[in-house]
Structures are given as C-alpha cells and as structure tokens.
C-alpha cells in the first residue's frame, strides 16, 4: 500500500439513479481487510443490466443508492494483500465478476448456484463495482487469468466475466448434444456474440436473430444462418422461417434480447421437448410469456428456464475457452467519462457486441 500513498482511486458512480446520469469522481484508496485483495482495475465491460440498475428500467421499488460503483465484468491486476492472505500473488491478472462473493457454504451455494448466495453480494448493485480504478474483491472470488494472457488481450477479457459466463453456464444448463440447433435472440449483441461462439465451439449449429445492422456481427461471430427480425410481415411467420431453417425447431433458444416480443416469438420456433432459456429481462411492466399456454407446454414438452451467470468452475472453464481463442469478444473501447453516452446509445440499440470501459 505505501506505493500507492498519494493516489487517488477513479470511480464512475450512479448520480442520479433513476436516470442515465453518471460522474467520475476521486475517492481515497481503501487497504484490503482480511480475506480481501485490492485489485488495480484495467477495464470493465458495460453491461445491459448496469443501464438497469443506473436508470431503474426494471422499476424495482428499491433503487440503486446515490453513488453508487458500478459495473461487474471486469478484468485487472492484484496489487495488495489483506491480513493473512496470500493468494492470488500480488501481480496476478484476475477478473471481477457479477457476484462479488458468495460463502460457499449455504444450500444455495452446495448446489453450485452461487448467484443465489444467501448472504452473496453482486457488484455494482449495493456493493461497489467495477467502474473503478482501485477495488477491494474478495481473494477466494476472483477468477485468475494465466500469465500467458498478453495485456493486448485483456480487454476482450473484461465481458467474459458476466456475459461470457451468462451464456456459457446457460448452454451447460439446457441438455444440448452434438449437433443440436441453437438460436441466439438478440446474437448480435454483447451477450449474444459471445453465445453463438460458445455454441459452435461446444458443436452446435446456431441461427442468429436480430436487426439488419448486426448481421455483420452474427455472422462474423460463426452463426449457420442469421434472420432478420424486421424482414418479416408477422411473427408467425418469423417462427415459421426458423423452424424451416433447423429442420424442425431450435433444441435451445438462448433469449439473450430483453424483449418481451422475442420472448412470445421464442415459444414458437422451439423444437419439440426443446428449452427456451431467458437471460434478458424485459425492462418497464413485468409481463409474462404471452404464448406460453399450459397446453402447449405439455403436448410439445417444452421447457422454460431462468439461468443467471455460473459458479466459480464456469468462470475458469469459459475463460479458458476464450484465452485459447475459441470466443474472441466484439468490443470497442471508451473512456470513464463516456458511461452516460454509452446508456443512451444501449436505449436506442445501436451497440454491436460489447463496449468496455477503459480503467487506465
């Protein structure tokens, strides 16, 4: 800690929750407590889910208190080390990830679910995240990254640890084999790039939904086919397009697009005894699946589920995926004072793949 007496530690904070307002501000340096490292955060990737907590879009009735840090994808380096503590070694590179800490000891986290800790705490959502520059994490949490990484790859890094870890836990979960078709609503996106590469590097087919202008994305990240949401008179025949184009239906359907529309659509292109998995949540009312009749459930056996990042096992199994070039992230870099043209842009939909906050 003394090389850094003097410093100051860089955070975007939340600054008006409730709406897209972000500020970069200078707050002390804090020294690690027991069990804790201070990581020196390099870059972090923006998430869909931060704009939700910065704006309250998902109207929950507790927002984000005023200052809030946060971000929760991050990659960075290991600089300190609190009481008794000793790994991961001080110059380790480690990633940051959505659940901050779990105790690893609870039924919850016995069953690997450990995003549903009963005492775990999520970064950038009442704990601080990683839009900062200096950040106390938990030494037994952090998912170290192998010496071999080049810093040149580091930022690509930074989104596997949520949106990488999303869809990589999501495709484990939802009884794939060889083969098998996928369709990626929303492929074009931050979660959704990185779920059609996953996919065919577990040897799927993938067929890719979006609009016109992430087709370059989709195909790019390896999809078979891309569809084209808008090209469409009618969702019934979108379904219909999709079902023609897999022989049948998708076995899975990753919902990474937080649109309740895609969702309703999702149902339909299903194969029989296929799974429909939500990841995006649709922002403003909460609605349920419209076309997702009990009848149809039973006849076609289909099955509906909710997956919500991986354990500590599935961070270290898809970022080895990644270091060894099998998912490669499409992003593009910004500065800490662009947070806030960075949500307006997510509100419009204009993003392709990820953005990544610079930390340097």
Known sequence: MEALQG????AIIYSN???RETEVVKLPIEAPGPGQVLVRMLYSGVCHTDYSFCTNSWKAPTTVPKGQIGGHEGVGEVVAHGPGVVNPPVGTKVGVKY?????????YCLLGKEANCVAGKLSGAFHPGTFQQYLLAAANYVTTISDEVADDALPGLAPIMCAGITVYTALKNSDLRHGDWVAVSGGGGGLGHLAIQYAKAMGYKVVALDVPSKQAVCTEAGADFFVDVLGFTNSEELCKHVVKLTGG???TVLACSSSNAAYAQAIHYLDQAGTLVCLGIPEGELKPIETASVALLVT??????GSKVGDRADAHECVRMAVNGAVKTHYQLRGMEELSDVFAE????????RVVIDLR
């Open 249 to 251: 239906g998708a076995r």
């Open 346 to 353: 997510m509100e419009h939909g204009t993003i392709k793949g």
């Open 7 to 10: 410093k100051l530690n860089k």
């Open 300 to 305: 076609r056996q289909l099955r509906i589920i």
């Open 99 to 107: 659940v901050a800490s779990a105790c690893l000891a609870c039924r």
């Open 17 to 19: 929750p409730g709406t």
